[in-house]
């Protein structure tokens, strides 16, 4: 099955510098990669995801990108703010017309400090 | 409703006793997913229901849990003689397949203890 490796798991910032969060993925069959918010007390929230048919994708301050040669993408939020402070999971799957069952990294605990 | 919708948010049993978990996902998504995550740690799959399918259970960790889901709508998470290794926050997620994403919808989870 899918296995996914994400770095690192905790990461400090100043307000204003950017942030990059790491994911391997094991499985070169994957093909949909999203990334995930998750603010204390919440469920996980959809902030931005990216296929396989694209190398990169850019949503505001928030951009992902894949190398599907290396089975690595990474996410990066430029200009952090307090507000993005969070725990942010990446995720794997090969969507199929059954479903698309989800493996999850093991989260980054990222502070934005003033 | 708006969002995916779980109860109790918190439930607190003792060791031995069973529970249930509700989750009522986003009117029209045909898929829901049940997952675990302990204190700290990632998002553990379960299980999930597409449709009229039969449901991949291929998650559960043993044959203490168990979920159906009714009427293609509401899914109920049983789990029987609770063990405290049990004690995680259990969340339920619901998606489309003709949503412009395939990204889950996730609830605000249950926070089971068991003590």
């Known amino acids: 099955g899918e296995n996914v490796e994400q770095h690192p798991s905790t990461l400090s910032v100043q307000e204003g510098d950017s942030a990059v969060i790491k994911c391997t993925y094991s499985d070169s069959a994957s093909n949909y990669f999203p990334w995930y918010k998750q603010e204390l007390g919440k469920g996980p929230q959809l902030i931005i995801d990216?296929?396989?048919?694209?190398g990169e994708k850019k949503d505001q301050r928030i951009a992902v990108t894949l190398n599907k040669t290396a089975k690595h993408f990474s996410l990066h939020i430029t200009e952090t703010q307090p507000e993005d402070s969070a725990v942010y999971f990446c995720?794997?799957?090969?969507?199929?017309?059954?479903?698309?069952?989800?493996?999850f990294g093991t989260g980054t605990q990222l502070k934005v400090e003033l | 409703g708006a969002g995916v919708s779980q109860s109790p948010s918190n439930k607190v049993t003792e060791k031995g006793k069973d529970v249930e978990l509700r989750c009522d996902p986003i009117?029209?998504?045909?898929?829901l997913y049940w997952y675990r995550q302990s204190l700290g740690q990632g998002l553990e799959f379960l299980i999930y229901f597409q449709g009229n399918s039969a449901p991949d259970k291929s998650g559960l960790p043993s044959d203490r849990f168990s979920a159906e889901r009714t009427g293609g709508s509401v899914s109920t998470l049983t789990i029987q003689r609770t063990q405290q290794e049990d004690s995680a926050v259990y969340l339920c997620?619901?998606?489309?397949?003709?949503?412009?994403?395939?990204?889950?919808?996730f609830g605000s989870g249950t926070r089971l203890t068991v003590v």
């Open positions: 009117s029209g998504h045909t898929a």
């Open positions: 995720a794997a799957s090969r969507i199929t017309g059954g479903g698309n069952k989800l493996t």
């Open positions: 997620a619901s998606s489309s397949r003709q949503s412009r994403v395939q990204g889950y919808t």
């Open positions: 990216i296929r396989s048919n694209v």
